[in-house]
């Protein structure tokens, strides 16, 4: 069934039984020695971390971002508890944020989890989320509780948004302790909250993602979790003094097996977990779904802190196999379990394969694996120049994205530490902004890029996607106890672009599980995957969106819809978003013009 493995992967994989990774609150992991990527062309040095935005000089770039949180009205913080002084590992995830148009006007809209506080020694609760409705460009009203969605009845951590029913409004799964909160869009501005659903979930959700995973049309829910902390179940760690307390690392929980729940097509949900191969030991923060090998079925990626990532393949008929430690995707270049939060897939080397990215904590490289074909991956972190830049930082939301149009993409991490006391990294860290330079190596050009990528921040969520459909990537970032923060993309370059977004009618209406290849003059091609999940406990934008340098039109557009279906359209002038609606029959990929 598989290949014989490489040596330069298959002599890493004994390590994983005797792994012994430590992720959130870690303070006794040895920092890695230098690894050599064998593929490398020449060796990157391993530099001291410094805690600045950048370890390594960099090239000057173009890439702006300006905050404009202010002046959109935007006035929104996510809790976490903290000042009750439980030092519970709850208050260390954090939450993130959806990109939602639930109105369905053009313009996406914002909705943040709200997160929770510690009523007493023995109980929490949750506190409301955000909702704001883009009235026009870089100007939102906020109208959770007009919109009926301000229901917490959780300790809420992540939002997952998709349209489950299939009935042309994107709803909002909100994870959290406690369980998960299902909104229904009603279609008239409103949501409701969808009981009896057999979305019963009391163990402690990070991030969810959504997927057709057994080609019914109908979409499934992923639902990661992370560790078996409870009231009961509460240790006390001690801080670097005798008087301080500090928040205890996963290493001292069980972990909590993951979800997965079907679809019925009636608005209800079946727990498939057992039947679909689901494994049980994962500590699950990040979660993403998408066609990653290609072969037209769902798979799903997922980040776990301090135990090997998973790899699932689909099947199309609702199982899977779990392939994380032969394809070379659960461990880090040493052959240890990382401490993952935020993952993505893109592909940043434009050989239309999808590479999987992962942000992890401090002292380990964040994973960027590329992709050999044939369910293989390589870590080649190093050679890119990435290891060297992010020692010290605690990566969390984290996305692919093109920010400059030049069709290579980016890539953007939200940082910041999880413990109380750390020993060599800042608590508030520096975020970064990986720039791209044509699949060839990656350079951090935060401290350039404006003044939030300047400043640090107790960063968790993010997601991406065009907020003012001006034709560029902007931002959303979401802190602990502080602030969001809106970042406008205000980069200035003349290259164009396209937006495609598409409509399913034979598969699920948002085409989770899709691709698309865009190929243009001089026979360059670029893929783009609809996923659902990424980052961390967040949702960004569902539209495909394609850098495409000075090329002013599209030769053709290769869509492959979920479970086969496909079609070619031919040329399309750039500088446009575009909808395309699955065709209302099956068709064979046809050659061209």
């Keep these: 069934m598989f290949r014989a493995l490489q040596t330069s992967a298959s002599i890493r994989f004994f390590a994983v039984l005797l792994a012994c990774g430590f992720g959130i609150g870690c303070q006794d992991r040895q920092s890695p020695p230098a690894a050599v990527d ?5 060796e990157v040095p391993l530099q001291k971390a410094t805690g600045t935005p950048q370890a390594v000089a960099a090239p000057s770039t173009s890439l702006r971002f300006n905050e404009v949180t202010t002046e959109a009205g935007v006035e929104f913080t996510y809790r976490n508890g903290q000042e009750a002084e439980q030092c519970s590992i709850v208050e260390s995830l954090g939450g993130g944020v959806a990109f939602i148009d639930y109105d369905q006007d ?15 020694d023995s109980e929490m609760r949750g506190l409301s989320g955000s909702l704001f409705r ?3 460009t870089w100007k939102y009203q906020a109208v959770t509780p007009i919109a009926g969605a301000d229901s917490a009845p959780w300790y809420s951590h992540g939002a997952s948004a998709a349209d489950y029913d299939n009935d042309g409004f994107p709803d909002l799964l909100v994870t959290g302790y406690g369980g998960l909160v299902l909104l229904h869009n009603e279609g008239d501005g409103t949501f409701t909250v969808s009981a009896d659903t057999g979305l019963i979930d ?7 993602g959504w997927g057709d995973f057994n080609g019914d049309g109908v979409l499934d829910l992923y639902v990661a979790h992370y560790v078996n902390w409870s009231f009961e179940n509460h240790p006390r760690c001690p801080g670097p003094k005798p008087d301080l307390r500090e928040i205890c690392p996963p290493r001292q929980f069980d972990p909590l097996p993951d979800s997965l729940f079907t679809g019925t097509g009636d608005g209800h ?21 998408a066609d990653i090998n290609l072969d037209g079925h769902a798979d799903v990626y997922v980040g776990n802190d301090t135990v090997p990532n998973f790899l699932y393949r689909g099947d199309g008929q609702g199982h899977f196999e779990e392939l994380g430690l032969l394809s070379g995707v659960s461990l880090s270049h040493q052959g240890t379990p990382d401490g993952s939060m935020g993952v993505d897939v893109g592909d940043f080397n434009g050989d239309s394969l999808p590479d999987i990215w992962v942000a992890n904590y401090e002292r380990e490289s964040f994973a960027l694996y590329r992709n050999e074909g044939a369910d293989f991956f390589r870590h080649i972190s190093h050679s890119l120049g990435i290891t060297a830049v992010q020692q010290l930082s605690v990566g969390w939301g984290t996305s692919f994205l093109d920010a400059d149009r030049d069709g290579d993409e980016d890539i953007t991490s939200s940082n910041g530490h999880v413990i109380r006391y750390p020993e060599q990294a800042t608590l508030r860290q520096f975020p970064i902004l990986f720039e791209n330079l044509e699949g060839r190596r990656f350079v951090n050009v935060a401290s350039q890029a404006g003044e939030y990528f300047s400043t640090q921040h107790m960063g968790r969520g993010l997601a991406t996607g065009d907020l003012d459909r001006d034709g560029d990537t902007d931002i959303a970032m979401v802190h602990t106890n502080e602030r969001v923060s809106l970042l406008s993309n205000e980069t200035p370059n003349q290259n164009h672009w396209i937006g495609i977004r598409l409509v399913g009618r034979l598969c699920n209406r948002d085409a989770i599980g899709a691709h698309i290849i865009v190929r243009t003059e001089g026979g360059r091609q670029q893929l783009r995957l609809l996923k659902s999940g990424g980052s961390y406990a967040s949702t960004s934008e569902r539209s495909a969106f394609f850098g495409l340098g000075s090329s002013e039109k599209i030769d053709e557009i290769e869509i492959h819809w979920p479970q086969g279906v496909s079609q070619r359209l031919g040329s399309h002038r750039a500088d446009q978003y575009i909808d395309v609606i699955q065709p209302a029959s099956p068709q064979p990929l046809k050659p061209g013009p």
Excluded: I
């Design 38 to 42: 064998e593929d490398a062309s020449a």
């Design 106 to 120: 053009g313009r996406p809209d914002l909705f943040f989890p709200g997160g929770g506080e510690f009523t007493s």
């Design 134 to 136: 883009q009235k026009e």
């Design 202 to 208: 009391p163990l402690w959700s990070s991030s969810a």
């Design 269 to 289: 949900f079946l727990n498939t977990s057992a039947e679909a191969g689901l494994r049980t030991d994962g500590k699950g923060l990040g979660v993403v779904v």
